[in-house]
């Protein structure tokens, strides 16, 4: 980790292993609450659930950025992800070799990730809970952005050897249309990963395959604190300290 300061050069980075992100703690961050009220703030103190959650991710998000290694290790030994993908590769050493993987920090909307199942069978909105009204006006054009990219620049570096996975795409900056796109990572195609808008019990044959279908959330979610784990839910209501 000595090496993130040459790497980073005082310009914010993301980590994560090679396995998996700490994004389980990004709210463990001792300035987390008080970036969110102020996020809150920002928007106006919404009352409504759907904008709060938009906040709570753009807080996590904005967790994510590092430019000292102190920053990683407190991250990394605050979550639960990394201590069960640490844990299997040391009592499997001849499978797993874990690394740190360090990537120049990308502003990326919290509306604008993806996730793709396997030979363009699926395509939905990564943050799935959360209306984002802008998703629904330019689903047709994501979509051919996505699948272009897909076609041309994805699928003839991966296919031979993923045939069937899960891919995590996003789009940097604040023009969806223009902005750069990248892959976040790939995943493999069984129900151990998130089926997003998607069902891999209900759904399982349209998933392996097809045909296409592209899912947004056209509307926000009632209830939507029920879907968030107690800590998450508890921080939409925290106040700052005197």
């Not at 992800?81 to 990537?103: G, K, N, P, S, Y």
């Not at 994501?142 to 570096?157: D, G």
């Not at 493999?188 to 759904?203: N, R, V």
Request: proline share 4%; glycine share 4%; with cysteine.
């Amino acid at each position: 980790m000595d090496s993130l300061r040459d790497v980073s050069k005082g310009e914010p980075v993301f980590v994560k292993s090679s396995s998996r992100s700490p994004k389980d703690a990004t709210i463990a961050a001792a300035n987390f609450r008080d970036t969110f009220l102020t996020k809150l703030e920002e928007k106006g103190r919404p009352s409504d659930d759907n904008e709060k959650v938009k906040a709570l991710l753009e807080t996590s998000v904005e967790m994510f950025k590092s430019t000292k290694a102190t920053q990683v290790i407190e991250t990394f030994a605050s979550s639960q992800r990394i201590r069960d993908d640490m844990t299997l590769a040391l009592e499997q050493i001849q499978r797993f070799h874990e690394h740190f993987v360090v990537r120049r920090w990308v502003n990326i909307a919290i509306d604008m990730e993806f996730v793709n199942k396997g030979e363009l069978t699926a395509l939905s909105q990564y943050n799935h809970p959360v209306f984002f009204e802008r998703l629904t006006t330019l689903k047709e054009a994501l979509e051919r952005r996505i699948l272009q990219f897909w076609e041309s620049a994805v699928a003839p570096r991966i296919i031979h050897e993923f045939p069937s996975c899960v891919v995590d795409f996003a789009i940097e900056g604040d023009d969806p249309l223009t902005g750069q796109l990248y892959v976040i990572e790939i995943n493999p195609f069984q129900e151990s990963t998130d089926a997003a808008l998607f069902s891999w019990g209900m759904e399982k044959d349209k998933l392996e395959n097809g045909p296409f279908e592209f899912h947004v959330r056209d509307h926000p979610q009632s209830g939507i604190k029920a879907s968030l784990e107690i800590k998450w839910r508890d921080m939409l209501t925290s106040k700052r300290r005197c």
